[in-house]
């Protein structure tokens, strides 16, 4: 839940006034660089019958060494060639369910109807569209969905629509080698020329911190963590919390550095259970035309600047809508791609490359076809009486904005400060925050905010 922070209503309205939004995308005016769709992802042209989706629940994407870690938490993917790394990758929404069906719809949260988390144990609303994999599943695919997170799995939400098989592996700690070892053997019971999309999601990196046996002590010692790393999430926050609150400047630069640590150890586990998916492929002779993606539905902050926060959620920081985003293929040559994407867009550029027929008005785009400007994301609450719109953001290659609404904007001259931690004020990106919610109000009225 949100405290202390103005909200906007915004009613809930049919599906036919939703379409407004999916027809009206947002005026990408540039902010610099190449103009839109001058650069693109080249999959070396493979058209795959075989394709990974892999969403890393919680996953930073400066955890990762190409984007910026100091540490080495995914050796193994590092080694292998043929992955390009998406430098500008940004989620929809902070929190896993509307953020996964922004992804698997290639719409927005206003089209697709999941945004809030519901008030006061009332179910979650269902996805209102029809997902990729759905389309998929049409065309012939068998199709697989692997989780970790009883959110993907509950029934209200319907993001399980499409899917053949649904398995869910508990996560104590860490459940990526569980998940894909399930989906290992689920896969190599699909016929050779069988047409194959698999959906995994580990949630090794999601709070409580705590790494597999074999990796603890690994970057840093337990006894000196601010928190018992068996303690359940929401005890571990509190520690974490209070630590801080105690601690001077300089002790508490040591503590969070601690706490990323023992983050970044839970995903040595996530990167040696990758090594399975290669391992299946070659092993049923798919890997030549196979697509591999790995993702995350968002982020995680650890007080990393203004507005501060822990964990993720209920605001928009840049840490937690700069997502990791990489596609390999046996084709592919080993780049980092200097493209702004949204989570919107990867199911629309493995349908391009599968060749199969889009969906019609989604604002989700092929990367094949060409990059964006700038990638938005949304924040709302459900306050009991509907949805309420809390916080826009927009991020382009060199600059993120986000606005509280009623409240405070924020800016982030990402190319002097890549980890957005100082508040520079104007960045050029307030017409385009402002188009966003004139897209928003032309589909369902004013946007006003309340007090807090």
């Known amino acids: 839940k949100v405290t202390g922070v103005q909200t906007c209503a915004l009613p809930i309205c049919e599906v036919s006034v939703l379409l407004l939004l999916a027809c009206s995308k947002p005026t ?15 999959l070396g042209g493979v ?21 910026g870690s100091e540490r080495d938490t995914f050796p193994y993917m590092g080694g292998r060639d043929g992955w390009v790394y998406v430098d500008h990758a940004v989620a929809e929404a ?27 144990g ?63 053997g689920w896969l190599r019971k699909r016929e050779a020329d069988q047409s194959v999309l ?59 550095d601690e706490v990323r640590r023992a983050y970044d150890e839970q995903l040595l586990d996530l990167d040696r259970s990758l090594r399975s998916i290669f391992a299946v492929l070659d092993e049923d002779d798919r890997l030549d035309d196979a ?11 650890f007080y990393d600047g203004v507005p501060e926060w822990l964990g993720h959620g209920a605001v928009i920081r840049h840490e937690i809508v700069h997502v990791p985003l990489a596609f390999w293929s046996s084709a592919s040559s080993t780049a980092s791609l200097d493209c ?67 409240g405070a904007t924020y800016g982030f001259d990402l190319a002097q400060d890549p980890h957005a931690l100082v508040d520079v004020g104007d960045v050029g990106l307030d017409s385009a925050l402002d188009t966003y919610v004139e897209q928003i109000e032309a589909a369902f009225g004013p946007v006003e905010c309340a007090s807090p």
């Open 198 to 256: 698999v959906f995994v999601q580990p949630v090794d990196p999601h709070g409580p911190y705590r790494s597999v046996d074999r990796d603890v002590g690994t970057w840093v010692d337990p006894s000196e963590l601010p928190f018992d790393p068996d303690d359940p999430n929401e005890i571990q926050a509190q520690a974490i919390e209070s630590a801080v609150a105690k601690a001077d400047a300089e002790t508490r630069a040591l503590l969070l």
């Open 340 to 406: 702004v994407a949204s989570n919107l867009d990867v199911f629309p550029t493995l349908v391009a490359a599968a060749g199969l027929e889009p969906l019609a008005d989604r604002p989700g785009q092929s990367l094949l076809d060409g990059c964006r400007e700038q990638a938005f994301s949304a924040v709302y609450e459900n306050d009991g009486t509907g949805d309420r719109l809390t916080w826009v953001g927009v991020e382009s290659s060199t600059a993120a904005q986000a606005r509280e609404c009623g």
């Open 94 to 120: 902070t929190w896993t369910a509307p953020s996964t069906a922004s992804l698997m719809t290639g719409a927005g949260q206003e089209l697709h109807g999941v945004r809030a988390f519901p008030d006061n």
């Open 122 to 184: 009332d179910p979650f609303p269902s996805v209102r569209i029809e997902t990729w994999p759905a389309r998929f599943h049409a065309a012939g695919w068998e199709t697989g969905l692997f989780t970790g997170s009883d959110i993907l799995n509950n029934p209200d939400l319907a993001l399980g629509q499409g899917f053949d098989t649904v398995t869910i592996e508990e996560q104590e700690p860490g459940n990526a080698d569980g998940l894909f070892g399930k989906m290992a």
């Open 291 to 301: 697509v591999v993606v790995l993702t995350s539905d968002h982020g995680e902050s």
């Open 47 to 67: 058209v795959p019958r075989t394709i990974v989706v892999v969403q890393v629940d919680t996953l930073r994407e400066d955890a990762t060494p190409w984007g």
């Open 28 to 42: 990408e005016e540039p902010v610099g660089g190449e103009p839109a769709g001058a650069v693109r992802l080249d």
